[in-house]
């Protein structure tokens, strides 16, 4: 089970607001870059930001959730698929998980050692997913450790990093390489789902 599971639920919402943007003139792509640069930019903004600043982690996590379904929607479904949309829409993801993930580097406990597992094992996991599609089988999505699940993960130790005042404890840090370990069966479980689907 993964929180990408409710993702049909989440579209019907925010449908009304993707045909107002395709009235107005916006691009699935334009969707997709904005995503990315606000990302980059809260991202590099943290480093080294007052903790109290990490409140806009989970915040911007379910906006830019909303706007990964938004690009994909106006894509589908108002005819705006394209080769570079393809393109963007991995890529940019894989960007900005990267340099959001960044900052927890700079907060005690976690370290580089934790937090750069995470960003490779993370772009393993999405590397994994697209790799399926070149098998002959669907874009895999499958858990423990999707992109929606670490965006749920990160958004609550942003939280707890954001209202906690002192030095989280050491043993803080084993999240993090939990985080990373449960990323590693989410590889495995693509490879596995992905080569199961076109048999």
């Known amino acids: 089970m993964t929180i990408y599971a409710l993702k049909s639920r989440f579209q019907a919402l925010l449908r009304p607001a993707v045909a107002l943007l395709v009235r107005a003139g916006v691009r699935a792509n334009h969707v997709t870059i904005f995503a990315c640069l606000v990302s980059i930019a809260i991202g590099l903004a943290l480093i080294n930001a007052p903790h109290v600043w990490f409140a806009v982690v989970p915040v911007w996590m379910f906006l830019r959730m909303a ?21 963007l829409n991995e890529l940019t993801d894989v960007l900005s998980d990267a340099v959001l993930y960044l900052p927890f580097a ?26 399926s599609v ?25 939280i707890v990093v954001a209202v906690t005042r002192v030095t989280l404890p050491p043993y803080t840090n084993v999240v993090m390489w939990a985080i990373a370990v449960l990323a590693a069966i989410t590889v495995v479980n693509r490879i596995r789902n992905g080569l199961g689907e076109v048999k």
């Open 106 to 131: 700079y907060v005690p406990p976690f370290d580089w050692r934790s937090v750069g597992a995470v960003i490779f094992l993370s772009t393993l996991t999405e590397m994994t997913g697209v790799v």
């Open 134 to 158: 070149m098998i002959g089988a669907s874009r895999r999505y499958d858990g423990p450790m999707g992109k929606s699940d670490r965006a749920f993960v990160f958004s609550l130790l942003a």
């Open 67 to 87: 706007l990964n379904a938004i690009d994909g929607m106006m894509a589908r479904e108002f005819a705006q698929k394209s080769a570079l949309g393809g393109y």
